[in-house]
């Protein structure tokens, strides 16, 4: 089996001899594949197929020139700079970026130079039209532009003729290009003569050599001037030439001196790269065939762009490299083995196996039929180099020296993952379940195990095995006898894809919703906010660098398994993930369907294995590239409603005139590598607060924000896990509504309160006037009850006294009749009655004893002429300091009226020696109380008395007072009569 494979290396180590397939060289990256390529055309948003001209500006973006467009690029999308006209400068030629950011574009009538949206034009300068062939700054800002035979030189928008035609004796054609060496010469191809000149020395150019050809000029990394003609390539070394060997005539366009001491050449017919000290052509390595190539331009992130006849191309360094399968037409592979020496065995899509290395795999020749039919996708590798492999037939293969030999085993449905330790492989997963080797049979046996599609195996050293299903999540068998289910609470879902413990004893479990890291006890899943690119885990590999990789439905991930720990054990929020893509290597960013098999205890590897949909890829983890830097942030529109004032005003604020306060942004990120995944965090301050989660869109809309100051800033990741926490912001102002201003508030309050103001004054002169209606009536009131006490006591009081005196006088004279006597003296007596009565009445109708002092006096006055010809002893009670508050008429006549309904029942039930009355006010209460030393009798029993105390009770419940009763037999009563007597509530 050895010989299989050492022959395998042999053909590949041949064709590595022939120059075939090496090991791609830094020196020679074109024609070793090192760099892959990228296009955009018309179907991509380009609106011109021909691109003139490519630089990177000092602003970040890509700027070039099409045959009629300015335009600028971000990655992912181009945004038209209009010209000042069509007119300005004709058909484009080229483009140039000076020191002061000013963009220039060169071409059939002139030149332009377009800086913060304002216009410099050629021709309204006084230059006259004239295709202009090239421009170059010097050190001190100057820049100098050639237009036919002459060279102008422009300085703060003043420009002025520097070298006419005379200048350069026997060219009869114009400048074809200038270039700036030492910060202060200017090297010019003229006609098809090279010459040289220093702006401000007082000496004409100066012919550098005798050599005529149509000069294409560059600087290299060392500053040195390189010419290259049709026969012949130079480099200037301090003031000697030196002579580039040439393979054959080549009439370019452009000239790139890269950092690596190499040249690219653009010609007509693609590139050419000088590297190792010779040559090589396009065919080796150039993707797209005959293509002109007109213009080159290197950004901060190391890709090449080429400016070309079709369209716009991007190289960028190849980091995933394919894995060539000799002698078949389908290189992809359906699982992979890899041994710890760097030999490979792959699976063939076509069916069969194939060995090798990184240089490429060799299909094993096995006069098997059967075999040739099989699609491994499932390889174990014996220590022995004995391999064992099984596809979606069921069959379990032995492959030795030029066999295969198909093993007994159970009827099992297609094999998944095989598991060993060394020897004969124990363990094999299937579409039906798990499979176990029986060494007394020699055969494999199903296992009683639930019926489900098992993934992935690991097997551990102490025979442990982790299983991985298809929906019934991860599975241990302990020693082939015990097994458990384990939850799926710090599960990724319950298809377990793939299983793998790392270097440091951490388990890692891939599946369709996340990552898992089972570390000392401790158990979490990593998701997509945790900055997984793709959740759909598919393979998991360990490099010797302390990175993991892994295989993702949307290509490969890289993580510092460092950032995984501090993210589990929450030190950390979010991870640093470096994705790689079509960018990358890949053919499309769909990765990693198959499986990767390796002896589980082996130490991490140096190189790792991809198998994709496109074919097996290998990178090489000591030699990735530096990380990308961190993307610029840009705002490229700011739409502001009539409300919003920007801080800082600029062309790229926008209108919204439907939406008075809100605020719309555009923004992006400068990453030309890989601008598809580069992710955006941003926050809002002020009077409303937001801050985002990791997102790809690129714009956000705030909607109806109150009246103040914000800051909006935005920061953005690249593909490589870099941030650039600076960002990008923008300060605005919201000015209220008019009824949200304060002078508003302020005249709504004055005019508020003034209303009030008004609205209380007119409320209280109308009380005021109704208070003095209300006195004037009753003034009126008490004026006439006055009258009417007056009239009564002066007209009927005095008859039913006179007639009170006629009674008597008549019962006098009537003496000698008993009879009438005895008639006459009751007349006599009912008057008096009736007189006492009408004096009751008549003061009660007068205003003058409307105060408690009058009632009190009142009380006791009658009190003392009731009992005084009775056998009732009366004592009253008057404080001394009883004020003459007033009272109400209805009032004081109803507490009057009770207190003598008490005083009746004195009189009548109690057959009380005494009686003592005391009047108090204490308050604001009025109280009266009237205690007798009678018989008293049962509270139980007033009901049946008498109607006397129910009407007590109403009389002072109708003044909003109330009566207090305290009797028993025996022991007499005390009444307590008591009223409010403030405010007018009494009325």
Same mark, same amino acid.
């Given at each position: 089996m050895r010989t299989l494979v050492k022959q395998g290396i042999y053909v590949a180590t041949a064709l590595v001899a022939c120059g075939a397939m090496a090991e791609p060289s830094l020196l020679a990256p074109v024609l070793a594949g090192s760099y892959t390529s990228t296009s955009w055309g018309l179907d991509d948003g380009l609106p011109d197929s021909q691109v003139c001209g490519v630089i990177q500006g000092q602003d970040g973006y890509l700027w070039l020139v099409t045959a009629r467009f300015l335009l600028r690029f971000d990655g992912r999308g181009f945004a038209n700079v209009a010209l000042p006209s069509q007119t300005?400068?004709?058909?484009?030629?080229?483009?140039?970026?000076?020191?002061?950011?000013?963009?220039?574009?060169?071409?059939?009538?002139?030149?332009?130079?377009?800086?913060?949206?304002?216009?410099?034009?050629?021709?309204?300068?006084?230059?006259?039209?004239?295709?202009?062939?090239?421009?170059?700054?010097?050190?001190?800002?100057?820049?100098?532009?050639s237009q036919e035979r002459r060279v102008f030189a422009w300085r703060d928008g003043v420009v002025e003729a520097v070298l006419e035609a005379e200048a350069f004796p026997a060219e009869s054609v114009g400048v074809r290009q200038m270039v700036v060496c030492d910060g202060g010469t200017l090297w010019m191809a003229v006609g098809y003569g090279l010459w040289r000149w220093v702006p401000g020395s007082g000496?004409?150019?100066?012919?550098?050599?005798?050599?005529?050809?149509?000069?294409?000029?560059?600087?290299?990394?060392?500053?040195?001037?390189?010419?290259?003609?049709?026969?012949?390539?130079?480099?200037?070394?301090?003031?000697?030439?030196?002579?580039?060997?040439?393979?054959?005539?080549?009439?370019?366009?452009?000239?790139?001196?890269?950092?690596?001491?190499?040249?690219?050449?653009?010609?007509?017919?693609?590139?050419?790269?000088?590297?190792d000290g010779t040559w090589h052509g396009h065919?080796?390595?150039?993707?797209?065939?005959?293509?002109?190539?007109?213009?080159?331009?290197?950004?901060?992130?190391?890709?090449?762009?080429?400016?070309?006849?079709?369209?716009?191309?991007?190289?960028?360094?190849?980091?995933?490299?394919?894995?060539?399968?000799?002698?078949?037409?389908?290189?992809?592979?359906?699982?992979?083995?890899?041994?710890?020496?760097? @030999?490979?065995? $792959? +699976? !063939?899509?076509?069916?069969? =196996?194939?060995?090798?290395?990184?240089? /490429? &795999?060799?299909?094993?020749?096995?006069?098997?039929?059967?075999?040739?039919?099989?699609?491994?996708?499932?390889?174990?590798?014996?220590?022995?180099?004995?391999?064992?492999?099984?596809?979606?037939?069921?069959?379990?293969?032995?492959?030795?020296?030029?066999?295969?030999?198909?093993?007994?085993?159970?009827?099992?449905?297609?094999? @998944?993952?095989? $598991? +060993? !330790?060394?020897?004969?492989? =124990?363990?094999?997963?299937?579409?039906? /379940? &798990?499979?176990?080797?029986?060494?007394?049979?020699?055969?494999?046996?199903?296992?009683?195990?639930?019926?489900?599609?098992?993934?992935?195996?690991?097997?551990?050293?102490?025979?442990?095995?982790?299983?991985?299903h298809e929906s019934l999540g991860l599975a241990v068998l302990y020693s082939g006898v015990r097994d458990d289910f384990l939850p799926d609470t710090a599960l990724p879902g319950r298809a377990v894809r793939t299983l793998y413990r790392d270097s440091e004893g951490v388990l890692w479990i891939g599946g369709q919703s996340g990552l898992a890291r089972w570390a000392n006890g401790g158990k979490f899943v990593f998701h997509r906010e945790h900055g997984l690119w793709n959740e759909s885990v598919r393979q998991i590999a360990e490099d010797a660098g302390g990175g993991l990789w892994v295989g993702s439905a949307d290509g490969l991930m890289r993580i510092e398994k460092r950032d995984l720990a501090a993210v589990a054990e929450g030190r950390a929020a979010r991870l640093a993930v470096r994705t790689f893509g079509t960018e990358a290597g890949l053919e499309r960013d769909r990765a990693c369907v198959g499986g990767v098999f390796f002896p589980v205890h082996d130490p991490p590897y140096d190189r790792l294995w991809f198998p994709t949909t496109e074919g097996l890829y290998t990178v090489e983890t000591r030699s990735l590239p530096p990380l990308r830097p961190a993307p610029e942030v840009r705002l490229t529109a700011v739409g502001v409603g009539r409300l919003v004032t920007p801080r800082v005003a600029g062309r790229m604020h926008t209108g919204l005139p439907d939406a008075p306060r809100d605020v719309s942004i555009d923004y992006t990120a400068l990453d030309f590598t890989a601008p598809e995944r580069v992710g955006f965090r941003y926050e809002l301050t002020g009077p409303v607060v937001q801050r985002s989660v990791w997102t790809e869109a690129r714009r956000i809309r705030f909607e109806r924000l109150p009246p103040g100051a914000y800051r909006f800033r935005v920061m953005a990741c690249n593909g490589d896990g870099v941030w650039n926490t600076e960002g990008a912001e923008v300060e605005w102002d919201i000015k209220p509504f008019?009824?949200?201003?304060?002078?508003?508030?302020?005249?709504?309050?004055?005019?508020?309160?003034?209303?009030?103001?008004?609205?209380?004054?007119?409320?209280?002169?109308?009380?005021?006037?109704?208070?003095?209606?209300a006195a004037a009536r009753r003034e009126e009131l008490s004026n006439e009850r006055a009258r009417i006490a007056?009239?009564?006591?002066?007209?009927?009081?005095?008859?039913?006294?006179?007639?009170?005196?006629?009674?008597?006088?008549?019962?006098?004279?009537?003496?000698?009749?008993?009879?009438?006597?005895?008639?006459?003296?009751?007349?006599?007596?009912?008057?008096?009655?009736?007189?006492?009565?009408?004096?009751?009445?008549?003061?009660?109708?007068?205003?003058?004893?409307?105060?408690?002092?009058?009632?009190?006096?009142?009380?006791?006055?009658?009190?003392?002429?009731?009992?005084?010809?009775?056998?009732?002893?009366?004592?009253?009670?008057?404080?001394?300091?009883?004020?003459?508050?007033?009272?109400?008429?209805?009032?004081?006549?109803?507490?009057?009226?009770?207190?003598?309904?008490?005083?009746?029942?004195?009189?009548?039930?109690?057959?009380?020696?005494?009686?003592?009355?005391?009047?108090?006010?204490?308050?604001?209460?009025?109280?009266?109380?009237?205690?007798?030393?009678?018989?008293?009798?049962?509270?139980?029993?007033?009901?049946?008395?008498?109607?006397?105390?129910?009407?007590?009770?109403?009389?002072?419940?109708?003044?909003?007072?109330?009566?207090?009763?305290?009797?028993?037999?025996?022991?007499?009563?005390?009444?307590?009569?008591?009223?409010?007597?403030?405010?007018?509530?009494?009325?």
């Open positions: 300005a400068v004709g058909r484009n030629e080229g483009v140039f970026q000076d020191s002061r950011g000013g963009v220039w574009v060169f071409g059939y009538l002139g030149v332009v130079r377009h800086e913060k949206g304002v216009w410099w034009q050629s021709e309204k300068a006084g230059v006259p039209r004239g295709r202009v062939t090239s421009v170059a700054e010097t050190a001190d800002g100057t820049v100098y532009f000496q004409p150019p100066e012919r550098l050599t005798d050599i005529r050809s149509e000069w294409v000029l560059g600087v290299d990394a060392e500053g040195a001037l390189v010419a290259h003609g049709s026969f012949v390539c130079l480099r200037r070394v301090g003031d000697q030439w030196e002579r580039l060997p040439m393979d054959g005539p080549v009439s370019a366009r452009c000239l790139l001196a890269m950092p690596d001491k190499t040249l690219w050449l653009g010609h007509d017919a693609g590139i050419d790269v000088f590297a065919g080796s390595g150039f993707p797209y065939g005959v293509t002109p190539v007109l213009g080159f331009a290197r950004d901060r992130e190391d890709n090449v762009w080429l400016a070309t006849s079709g369209r716009l191309i991007r190289l960028s360094r190849r980091v995933l490299r394919p894995v060539p399968v000799r002698g078949v037409a389908d290189r992809r592979v359906s699982a992979v083995w890899v041994e710890s020496d760097g @030999r490979v065995w $792959a +699976g !063939l899509r076509e069916g069969g =196996l194939a060995a090798g290395d990184w240089t /490429g &795999l060799e299909p094993l020749r096995i006069d098997d039929p059967d075999f040739a039919r099989v699609v491994p996708q499932a390889i174990y590798c014996q220590s022995d180099d004995t391999v064992w492999c099984g596809g979606a037939d069921g069959n379990v293969w032995r492959v030795g020296e030029s066999v295969a030999e198909r093993i007994d085993s159970a009827n099992s449905g297609g094999l @998944r993952a095989m $598991a +060993g !330790l060394g020897g004969v492989p =124990l363990w094999v997963a299937t579409s039906r /379940g &798990l499979l176990a080797h029986d060494p007394d049979k020699g055969r494999f046996e199903e296992l009683a195990w639930p019926m489900d599609p098992v993934l992935s195996l690991w097997l551990e050293r102490d025979g442990v095995l982790w299983v991985g008019f009824w949200e201003t304060a002078w508003f508030r302020l005249a709504c309050l004055c005019v508020g309160g003034g209303v009030l103001a008004g609205a209380v004054l007119s409320s209280e002169r109308r009380r005021v006037r109704l208070r003095l209606a007056r009239d009564l006591h002066d007209e009927i009081g005095a008859k039913l006294t006179k007639l009170a005196l006629l009674g008597d006088m008549a019962a006098e004279d009537a003496k000698d009749n008993p009879v009438l006597r005895r008639e006459v003296e009751e007349m006599a007596g009912a008057a008096r009655l009736t007189h006492r009565a009408f004096d009751e009445i008549v003061w009660s109708v007068s205003p003058r004893n409307d105060t408690v002092r009058r009632l009190s006096h009142y009380i006791c006055k009658y009190a003392e002429d009731f009992f005084a010809k009775t056998e009732v002893k009366c004592l009253c009670y008057l404080p001394n300091d009883l004020p003459d508050r007033p009272l109400h008429p209805r009032c004081r006549h109803q507490m009057f009226l009770a207190v003598k309904e008490g005083l009746n029942n004195v009189l009548k039930h109690a057959n009380a020696p005494q009686v003592t009355i005391t009047i108090m006010l204490s308050g604001g209460r009025l109280r009266v109380e009237v205690k007798d030393e009678g018989r008293g009798f049962d509270l139980a029993e007033a009901g049946e008395v008498g109607e006397g105390i129910r009407n007590m009770h109403e009389r002072m419940k109708a003044v909003g007072g109330l009566l207090l009763m305290q009797s028993a037999r025996g022991t007499g009563t005390h009444l307590v009569f008591e009223m409010p007597v403030d405010k007018e509530v009494q009325a």
